[in-house]
């Protein structure tokens, strides 16, 4: 298997361990984690039987996790992550819904959870601020799975950072936000060890590689298979997709 097709192990150490600071080092993100949740909170299924099966790709410290178990009660979530420092926080955060029964954590990349998934046997995949992070190869893998373990009428719904089509524009945007971790890191926290480790994160994030804009995206979405591709919210970086498994 080429690099382009494999998992990455991304966060580990501190970076991992205090990745709760993110609404202070991007505030944009733990509002996506509501935005995600909300789109779920008024998704209604085209054909209703009983408790909803969601899926979320990146659980990482739980916030999305929280805020879509906390959406509606008739929904049992299934979590997945491959780093044990986030999963170590996540179950923390979680226990009460994990003695509950309502959400099962496991540590495994994306693709290999979709892939051990029956087809047709998942309501909603949510996630948030997870597939930008995959190699181009790996995320065109994880978003046909997707597609092929959805329901059909089935949903999936992505709150992620979506780079701006227009190069100039987006080079402006990440400038800004590079800004703003200098801001943060040195004249807020004091902290230039994180400073260091989130502009090589964000360097990764901007790489050929890993680039996720946003019109191919929906064209791949569509080619995929996908109906009902749909931009929801968009500012900045910062948006709400979503695509249905059609009925077939």
Same mark, same amino acid.
């Given at each position: ?78 979590? +997945? ?5 986030? %999963?170590?926080?996540?179950? &923390? !955060? /979680? *226990?009460?819904?994990?003695? @509950?029964? #309502? ?53 999936? +719904? ?5 780079? %701006?089509?227009?190069?100039? &524009? !987006? /080079? *402006?945007?990440?400038?800004? @936000?590079? #800004? ?69």
């Amino acid at each position: 298997m080429s690099q382009q097709h494999q998992a990455e192990h991304l966060f580990h150490g501190s970076f991992a361990e205090e990745y709760q600071l993110l609404h202070r080092i991007c505030p944009p993100a733990a509002e996506m984690s509501r935005r995600v949740a909300d789109f779920v909170a008024h998704w209604q299924s085209p054909e209703p039987s009983g408790p909803l099966t969601l899926l979320e790709l990146g659980c990482g410290t739980g916030i999305t996790t929280s805020a879509l178990l906390g959406s509606r009660s008739d929904i049992r979530v299934f979590s +997945v992550d491959n780093a044990p420092a986030m %999963l170590s926080q996540a179950r &923390a !955060h /979680l *226990a009460e819904s994990i003695s @509950e029964g #309502r959400l099962e954590l496991r540590q495994i990349d994306a693709l290999g959870a979709l892939q051990s998934l029956e087809s047709n046997s998942i309501d909603i995949v949510a996630s948030a601020y997870t597939l930008h992070n995959f190699l181009f190869g790996y995320r065109h893998q994880v978003l046909a799975e997707i597609r092929r373990v959805l329901k059909p009428g089935g949903v999936f +719904v992505n709150g992620d950072r979506y780079a %701006l089509d227009d190069p100039a &524009a !987006h /080079l *402006a945007a990440t400038q800004e @936000e590079l #800004r703003g971790y200098f801001r943060v890191f040195l004249g807020e926290m004091k902290r230039p060890d994180l400073l260091e480790q989130w502009v090589v994160h964000l360097f990764g994030d901007e790489s050929e590689e890993h680039i996720m804009r946003l019109t191919p995206v929906l064209e791949e979405m569509a080619l995929l298979g996908f109906g009902e591709v749909t931009v929801h919210y968009r500012d900045g970086v910062n948006t709400l997709v979503s695509g249905v498994n059609p009925w077939r």
